[in-house]
């Protein structure tokens, strides 16, 4: 009877495989499936079909797959014959490294991976990376690609990327960094890949030529959603694109050099459908502000180190962008931007939800009608402020009805704020202070005490050497909104995704603070080798 | 703009007054009779980390000249501008050399120069003669 059963068991299985050369007898079942069988078998029980993967069709295992990560996958690919083709079928995104010799690999990989559609080439800079050659391969064998991410590819030239657009027609994100083609490649894209949604380029050699093409329009320029350009010299070059974009939702400018005022005022009335604009390290004054003012559906901003712009560009923007959600200010302590714009976004920009000041001195005036004003406002950062203390705090306390996050550092607060929070901000849900000499631990943990829904994380490490501090770091652009910290140690971790690690963290962080402080005084050694700013930026673009 | 490879120098520096790169040294200072929109000027022989725009003609006060921004490479913000070409025979000596606004600079002993009251207007910058 056993016998029988097992035979049964097995025979379904065989059913159920695709390529599977089980027979069915019992002597070709795999030690582990006889013994189990023989187990149910002595139980006396019903004879039940161990291997249920088996019994997937292939579609649902390929579903399974998808919530694992890419290690996860490799390993699952090695476990049997079936696995390693259906991972390889269902496997969309694929990360390689691109460097030369990947071209003898091209074919076989893209056979096990035959369904790719977003695409990682990463090269380093030390290494060849993959020619031309290689990457029209490629393209070849991934008709439906949507999405590629190239970078430090230095081998690739204008030829090359225009033969890859012909053939990856359907691309919707280009994205390439430290590659050396130039504005013939790149309109290439843009003619050939008429879907295309996102652009983002960072650091393009090929373009530096004062020689060198305009960029766009192209026919691609009505798709596009997002232009990214970062690093650029003579980004200016893509001016005829921006202009082009009557689609464009979100653009962003981190460090390219030349005065880009001009640009603005020629997008002021062509370019309407704005909703994101980041700006960071950039030549923009007042006078580009006003143009900017012009974006009437304008929800996010980032003014990162600019420090032409004033409280008379902030005003000009408040008064007429009043779908203003989020607002990020770096002022890099310049003190060009403070209480006059931020009153006027107070009263103009009633939605506004988010806001995050890093080196801008805020006072009571600002602060208190921002907090009566906008009764949206959930998440708030100070950072590096001078004049942010314990009234500011207790202000804010007092009338941030909304208000779910709130972040401190290196601000002059001390324990009598933290007290203020314990009455005020009914909705809040985590408070986090770093580096504010004034708060101890046993303000933090009188405050869990009173408010024990309120996560609370502190962080009461010693103060880095405040040249270090001043903030060469900028904002990081992980894709994480919420806050961004100026030179973030490995240790600061984003608020938005820590949660219940916080209080953790913030128990056993005595033993840590010796770790922490340790790890920044080593990231502000590094930084003074490496030479001032250079160094550092160049470190963490790197 | 690229990757950031930044020259250091050593003696009286000049450097950006937000994101402290070093711009210049106190030698190479030719003339500090110079004016822009922000004040104060100097004329300098020979200044560093600026990525230059594009020419422009200018017509200053003391003449028509064909000059370039320069850009601080650290930040990205207008630091001064640099001379190609000078139209007029007595202004020939200014070409090749670059003027940098003190307002934008930190000077050898970390100090800064702070605008006055009257606000600049957005225009051209003009230089005097020395």
Redesign the interface.
């Given at each position: 009877m056993g016998q029988a059963i097992s035979a049964a068991s097995v025979a379904s299985r065989a059913h159920g495989h695709r390529s599977s050369k089980t027979r069915s007898t019992t002597a070709s079942v795999s030690p582990m499936l006889n013994t189990a069988v023989i187990t149910e078998v002595d139980h006396g029980a019903e004879a039940v079909n161990l291997d249920y993967i088996s019994d997937l069709p292939d579609e649902c295992l390929a579903t399974v797959f998808q919530s694992l990560s890419s290690a996860d996958r490799n390993r699952c690919s090695l476990v049997c014959r079936r696995w390693y083709q259906i991972e390889g079928q269902s496997r969309h995104r694929l990360s390689l490294i691109a460097q030369s010799d990947l071209l003898s690999f091209i074919p076989s990989l893209f056979s096990r991976f035959d369904s790719v559609t977003k695409l990682a080439l990463k090269c380093d800079r030390r290494s060849v990376s993959i020619c031309d050659e290689a990457l029209v391969l490629i393209s070849a064998r991934c008709p439906n690609l949507t999405r590629l991410k190239l970078r430090a590819c230095r081998e690739l030239t204008d030829s090359g990327i225009e033969a890859f657009a012909k053939n990856c027609k359907s691309l919707k994100k280009l994205s390439c960094g430290?590659c050396t083609f130039g504005s013939k490649g790149m309109n290439a894209v843009l003619d050939i890949c008429v879907y295309l949604e996102e652009l983002s380029v960072k650091?393009l050699?090929g373009i530096?030529d004062a020689t060198a093409d305009p960029i766009g329009p192209g026919a691609a320029a009505s798709s596009l959603r997002t232009i990214c350009l970062k690093?650029?010299?003579n980004g200016q070059c893509f001016g005829s694109l921006i202009l082009g974009a009557k689609n464009l939702r979100t653009l962003k400018l981190f460090?390219?050099?030349?005065?880009w005022d001009k640009l603005f005022q020629l997008m002021a009335n062509q370019v309407t459908s704005i909703v994101e604009v980041h700006l960071e390290?950039?030549?923009i004054?007042d006078?580009g502000m006003q143009s900017i003012a012009n974006y009437s559906n304008l929800e996010i901003l980032h003014l990162v180190?600019t420090?032409?712009c004033t409280d008379f560009g902030l005003v000009a923007i408040a008064e007429r962008c009043r779908l203003l959600r989020k607002l990020h200010i770096d002022g890099?302590k310049?003190n060009r931007i403070g209480d006059e714009g931020l009153i006027a976004v107070a009263k103009c920009c009633p939605n506004l939800q988010e806001l995050v000041l890093i080196g801008v001195n805020p006072t009571k005036l600002s602060l208190e009608i921002l907090a009566s004003n906008c009764l949206n406002l959930e998440r708030l950062a100070l950072c590096g402020s001078d004049t942010v203390g314990d009234p500011e705090i207790s202000c804010i306390a007092a009338k941030c009805v909304a208000l779910k996050k709130l972040c401190i550092k290196s601000c002059p607060v001390s324990d009598h704020g933290m007290e203020a929070l314990a009455s005020g901000c009914p909705n809040l849900v985590k408070v986090k202070v770093k580096k504010c000499k004034g708060v101890t631990s046993e303000g933090g943990d009188w405050l869990r005490l009173t408010r024990g829904s309120l996560a609370v994380n502190l962080d009461t490490s010693e103060n880095e050497n405040p040249d270090a501090s001043?903030s060469?770091g900028g904002v990081q652009e992980n894709g994480v909104e919420f806050p961004p910290m100026p030179n973030q140690t490995a240790a600061a971790g984003v608020s938005a995704g820590i949660g219940s690690s916080s209080t953790s963290r913030s128990a056993s962080f005595k033993s840590r603070l010796g770790l922490l402080s340790g790890r920044s005084l080593v990231a502000c050694t590094l930084r003074r080798f490496a030479?001032?700013?250079?160094?550092s930026?160049?470190a963490r673009?790197? | 703009m690229g990757r950031l490879f930044v020259v250091h120098l050593e003696g009286k520096i000049y450097s950006c007054k937000y994101c402290r790169t070093h711009l210049a040294v106190a030698e190479d200072i030719v003339s500090k009779s110079f004016h822009s929109r922000h004040g104060k000027a100097y004329l300098f022989s020979k200044v560093v980390n600026v990525s230059l725009g594009e020419n422009e003609d200018r017509q200053m006060m003391t003449g028509l000249h064909t000059v370039a921004d320069i850009f601080c490479v650290g930040c990205g913000s207008i630091v001064g501008w640099k001379y190609e070409t000078a139209h007029e025979k007595g202004q020939k000596y200014k070409e090749g050399k670059s003027v940098l606004e003190r307002f934008k600079l930190s000077g050898p002993d970390g100090s800064n120069y702070w605008v006055s009251s009257h606000e600049a207007h957005i225009g051209g910058s003009d230089a005097d003669d020395v």
């Amino acid at each position: 009877m056993g016998q029988a059963i097992s035979a049964a068991s097995v025979a379904s299985r065989a059913h159920g495989h695709r390529s599977s050369k089980t027979r069915s007898t019992t002597a070709s079942v795999s030690p582990m499936l006889n013994t189990a069988v023989i187990t149910e078998v002595d139980h006396g029980a019903e004879a039940v079909n161990l291997d249920y993967i088996s019994d997937l069709p292939d579609e649902c295992l390929a579903t399974v797959f998808q919530s694992l990560s890419s290690a996860d996958r490799n390993r699952c690919s090695l476990v049997c014959r079936r696995w390693y083709q259906i991972e390889g079928q269902s496997r969309h995104r694929l990360s390689l490294i691109a460097q030369s010799d990947l071209l003898s690999f091209i074919p076989s990989l893209f056979s096990r991976f035959d369904s790719v559609t977003k695409l990682a080439l990463k090269c380093d800079r030390r290494s060849v990376s993959i020619c031309d050659e290689a990457l029209v391969l490629i393209s070849a064998r991934c008709p439906n690609l949507t999405r590629l991410k190239l970078r430090a590819c230095r081998e690739l030239t204008d030829s090359g990327i225009e033969a890859f657009a012909k053939n990856c027609k359907s691309l919707k994100k280009l994205s390439c960094g430290s590659c050396t083609f130039g504005s013939k490649g790149m309109n290439a894209v843009l003619d050939i890949c008429v879907y295309l949604e996102e652009l983002s380029v960072k650091r393009l050699r090929g373009i530096t030529d004062a020689t060198a093409d305009p960029i766009g329009p192209g026919a691609a320029a009505s798709s596009l959603r997002t232009i990214c350009l970062k690093e650029l010299y003579n980004g200016q070059c893509f001016g005829s694109l921006i202009l082009g974009a009557k689609n464009l939702r979100t653009l962003k400018l981190f460090r390219c050099s030349g005065d880009w005022d001009k640009l603005f005022q020629l997008m002021a009335n062509q370019v309407t459908s704005i909703v994101e604009v980041h700006l960071e390290r950039l030549q923009i004054s007042d006078v580009g502000m006003q143009s900017i003012a012009n974006y009437s559906n304008l929800e996010i901003l980032h003014l990162v180190k600019t420090p032409e712009c004033t409280d008379f560009g902030l005003v000009a923007i408040a008064e007429r962008c009043r779908l203003l959600r989020k607002l990020h200010i770096d002022g890099w302590k310049a003190n060009r931007i403070g209480d006059e714009g931020l009153i006027a976004v107070a009263k103009c920009c009633p939605n506004l939800q988010e806001l995050v000041l890093i080196g801008v001195n805020p006072t009571k005036l600002s602060l208190e009608i921002l907090a009566s004003n906008c009764l949206n406002l959930e998440r708030l950062a100070l950072c590096g402020s001078d004049t942010v203390g314990d009234p500011e705090i207790s202000c804010i306390a007092a009338k941030c009805v909304a208000l779910k996050k709130l972040c401190i550092k290196s601000c002059p607060v001390s324990d009598h704020g933290m007290e203020a929070l314990a009455s005020g901000c009914p909705n809040l849900v985590k408070v986090k202070v770093k580096k504010c000499k004034g708060v101890t631990s046993e303000g933090g943990d009188w405050l869990r005490l009173t408010r024990g829904s309120l996560a609370v994380n502190l962080d009461t490490s010693e103060n880095e050497n405040p040249d270090a501090s001043a903030s060469d770091g900028g904002v990081q652009e992980n894709g994480v909104e919420f806050p961004p910290m100026p030179n973030q140690t490995a240790a600061a971790g984003v608020s938005a995704g820590i949660g219940s690690s916080s209080t953790s963290r913030s128990a056993s962080f005595k033993s840590r603070l010796g770790l922490l402080s340790g790890r920044s005084l080593v990231a502000c050694t590094l930084r003074r080798f490496a030479g001032g700013s250079g160094g550092s930026t160049s470190a963490r673009h790197g | 703009m690229g990757r950031l490879f930044v020259v250091h120098l050593e003696g009286k520096i000049y450097s950006c007054k937000y994101c402290r790169t070093h711009l210049a040294v106190a030698e190479d200072i030719v003339s500090k009779s110079f004016h822009s929109r922000h004040g104060k000027a100097y004329l300098f022989s020979k200044v560093v980390n600026v990525s230059l725009g594009e020419n422009e003609d200018r017509q200053m006060m003391t003449g028509l000249h064909t000059v370039a921004d320069i850009f601080c490479v650290g930040c990205g913000s207008i630091v001064g501008w640099k001379y190609e070409t000078a139209h007029e025979k007595g202004q020939k000596y200014k070409e090749g050399k670059s003027v940098l606004e003190r307002f934008k600079l930190s000077g050898p002993d970390g100090s800064n120069y702070w605008v006055s009251s009257h606000e600049a207007h957005i225009g051209g910058s003009d230089a005097d003669d020395v």
